[in-house]
Each structure stands twice: as C-alpha cells, then as structure tokens.
Nanobody, 125 residues
Framework: QVQLVESGGGLVQAGGSLRLSCVAS????????MGWFRQAPGKEREFVAGISWSGGYTTYSDSVKGRFSISRDNSQNSVYLQMNSLKPQDTAVYYC??????????????????WGQGTQVTVSS
C-alpha cells in the first residue's frame, strides 16, 4: 500500500507564495505519474498539475498555468507544488495523488490509485 503525506499548507495573503510537499512511501515512486488536485468548499475536486515519472513532462490546469510549478525529487520520494501569485480563489484543500499505470498526462480523479490526506491552503484578500 502506498502512503502519501502532504505538508506546507497554510494561510497567506493574496500575491504571496507557498510550497507544498508530498512524500510517498512507495519504493516504486519513480514509476508513478504524480498529480496535485484541489477541492474548495462546495466544489468538486479538480486537477491542478501533473508530472511524469522522470519529471520531463508537466501539465497544468489553465487556472494555475504560469503561477504554479510542479517538480519532483525521486531520490527523496517527493513531489512539490510551488504556488506563486496566489489568489483568494486558490483557497482549497490540496491533495497529491499517484497513478502507477505510467499513463502520461493523467487528469481524471478516477485514474489515480493513491491519495494523500490533503493540506489546507487559505489565501486572504
């Protein structure tokens, strides 16, 4: 069983930055396509960013493109989400997720087998 643990959330003013981290327990972490999702109150969980097993391919939702950056360090079994120019509408619980199937560019929630418990990000105006 793969465990994912997020950290780095918090309260920040609009225009500020946060860096989220996610550590995985799996030995085969370097084979996983990793994604970040978020869920705001009363809304469905949505895709934010994804990164391929080698880190050579990344993809972003239109709402965060140019402001957020996803990266990974396979030696640390970790994936990161650098969030800049934060807006109040970025407020949500952020989740990391793992797709072990080696599909490239996975954006659908149902294609991810493993999820973290989430970390709260609150952006004040």
């Amino acid at each position: 069983q793969v465990q994912l643990v997020e950290s780095g959330g918090g309260l920040v003013q609009a225009g500020g930055s946060l860096r989220l981290s996610c550590v995985a327990s799996a030995r085969t972490f370097s084979n996983f396509f990793m994604g970040w999702f978020r869920q705001a109150p009363g809304k469905e969980r949505e895709f934010v960013a994804g990164i391929s097993w080698s880190g050579g391919y990344t993809t972003y939702s239109d709402s965060v493109k140019g402001r957020f950056s996803i990266s990974r360090d396979n030696s640390q079994n970790s994936v990161y989400l650098q969030m800049n120019s934060l807006k109040p509408q970025d407020t949500a619980v952020y989740y990391c997720a793992a797709d072990p199937s080696r599909r490239l560019g996975t954006r659908s929630l149902t294609e991810y087998d493993y999820w973290g418990q989430g970390t709260q990000v609150t952006v004040s105006s």
